[in-house]
Nanobody, 132 residues
Framework: EVQLVESGGGLVQPGGSLRLSCAASGFTFSSYDMGWFRQAPGKEREAVAAIDTDGDTSYAPSVKGRFTISKDTAKNTFDLQMHSLKPEDTAMYFC??????????????????????????WGQGTQVTVST
């Protein structure tokens, strides 16, 4: 069965960096689109970053230039490298995956981060807290 497991969350000071990783299993990794989401208490889930089967990426305006999504097909993992972290980045971060399709790729090519409804599979989440 498909499984996604996040790791790398923790407490970091403003301006610091953190790298999240999502370990995937149970499917052909190279055939799936991937993404990262976050949700703070009392707020809607927000699409943060996406990477399609070709390796093209897109980002939410709030993180563009600070976060980088990448994947390693040899290890079946994809990461979210976060720099210049702000208190507003504090949230539970989730990784997600969906079987690759052209519509996802078109959204990414347009600079749009696909909505949560575009994904079928989700990890359990890892907490990121940015605070002094």
């Amino acid at each position: 069965e498909v499984q996604l497991v996040e790791s790398g969350g923790g407490l970091v000071q403003p301006g610091g960096s953190l790298r999240l990783s999502c370990a995937a299993s149970g499917f052909t990794f190279s055939s799936y689109d991937m993404g990262w989401f976050r949700q703070a208490p009392g707020k809607e889930r927000e699409a943060v970053a996406a990477i399609d089967t070709d390796g093209d990426t897109s980002y939410a305006p709030s993180v563009k230039g600070r976060f980088t999504i990448s994947k390693d097909t040899a290890k079946n993992t994809f990461d979210l490298q976060m720099h210049s972290l702000k208190p507003e980045d504090t949230a539970m971060y989730f990784c997600a995956a969906e079987e690759g399709r052209s519509s996802f790729g078109l959204l990414v090519a347009a600079g749009v981060v696909p909505h949560e409804n575009e994904y079928k599979y989700w990890g359990q989440g890892t907490q990121v807290t940015v605070s002094t």
